[in-house]
């Protein structure tokens, strides 16, 4: 069983009782007036410490964690698992009445299991302002604080930046049977691009994809290994996060935003009962906010605020719908698998 499969039979234990009144620190959360800022810092700094569960690797988490001390005084104490997991803990927790998370930061999709689960505040922030508008979800229990891409990765020592097709179509032409991969995982990027082109179109389109049989690879830093590898000439469904970090460092591998691009977003919130509900709110706010957003930008993630530009996120995109991948996951799992995992 899968660690979403196991989260997910998690909210079929969870009982009604999480589904309660409002947060603890609701006033606080909610609060927007000019003086917002200095309350928090202060009430804060009281607190002393904030903890957050995470599914980010170590190497973004911990920089950002260190970056938030050394601005505010106040400790970080990290729990870095998978999605999964960081959704079992959560719950599990809850159940027990044991509140010792203060900031949960991990996939969209999770996030959204949190939220209808009632385990997450809906809260107020300045830098929410930033943040692309159809990435937001209505009840605002939480936030895209970056962005996974799907982009075309591919190897320039086998291919050249303008034999890559302007569009997904081009890549039906039987010159490039293959030469193409897919990441095993990857049902939401075709789930977002069917619904962007339409049934007619994405179905067709995808049918012939599947027809020119495109390698599957399981993991998308294995995909884009092995694109510098030159196993892989052309990656559809590569993170561009993973590209960026190789190129500059002298690999052979470069990408291009074929268009539509896909995004995948990871999200942060405040756990309702957070128990250092001021420095989880501060803390939150730090990294949706433009010094927060450009050091994830530093260390290869795609920042979700629109202030912060560069090559990881300077061009259009579309936004996977949380709540719409999780409610429809088993229906685009299949497809997906009848399609590239025969």
């Known amino acids: 069983m899968t660690s979403l499969a196991k989260a997910l039979a998690w909210l079929l234990l969870a009982p009604a009782l999480l589904a309660q009144a409002p947060a603890p620190g609701d006033a606080l959360f909610r609060y927007r007036g000019a003086d917002r800022e200095a309350q928090l810092v202060a009430r804060a700094k009281r607190e002393g410490s904030v903890v957050l569960y995470t599914s980010i690797a170590p190497t973004e ?16 104490t990290l729990w870095r698992a998978l999605s999964g997991q960081v959704v079992q803990r959560a719950i599990a927790e809850a159940r027990a009445s044991r509140h010792a998370v203060d900031v949960i930061e991990t996939n969209a999709p999770e996030m959204e299991m949190l939220a209808r689960e009632k385990l997450l505040a809906a809260i107020e922030s300045p830098y929410v302002a930033d943040l692309p508008p159809a990435a937001v979800p209505a009840h605002r229990s939480w936030f895209p604080d970056r962005f996974n891409f799907y982009v075309v990765g591919f190897n320039t020592a086998k ?13 039906t032409d039987p010159k490039w049977k293959g030469r ?61 996060s993973n590209i960026l970090p190789l190129k500059r460092k002298g690999a052979p591998i470069d990408f291009v935003p074929v268009q539509p691009v896909v995004a995948r977003p990871q999200g942060i919130g405040v756990a309702r009962n ?10 939150t706010d730090f990294v949706l906010s433009p010094e927060g957003q450009k050091l994830l930008e530093s260390l290869g993630r795609v920042p979700a605020s629109t202030k912060v530009k560069s090559e990881l996120n300077n061009f259009p995109f579309v936004v996977i719908d949380a709540a719409t991948a999780l409610d429809e996951k088993d229906k685009w799992e299949a497809l997906w698998k009848e399609l590239f995992l025969r």
């Open 61 to 76: 988490s911990m920089p950002l964690g260190a970056a938030f001390e050394k601005k505010y005084g106040i400790r970080v």
């Open 159 to 171: 291919v050249q930046r303008s034999q890559i097709p302007a569009t997904y179509e081009g890549f």
């Open 274 to 283: 957070a128990p250092h509900p001021a420095a989880a709110l501060l803390f």
């Open 180 to 240: 193409l991969a897919l990441e095993a995982t990857d049902a939401e990027w075709m789930a977002t691009l069917i619904k962007t082109w339409g049934d007619a179109k994405g179905m067709d389109y995808f049918r012939k994809l599947s027809a020119a049989r495109p390698a599957v690879r399981e993991g998308h830093i294995l995909l884009a290994s092995l694109v510098v590898a030159g196993e892989v000439p052309v990656a559809l469904t590569a993170y561009n």
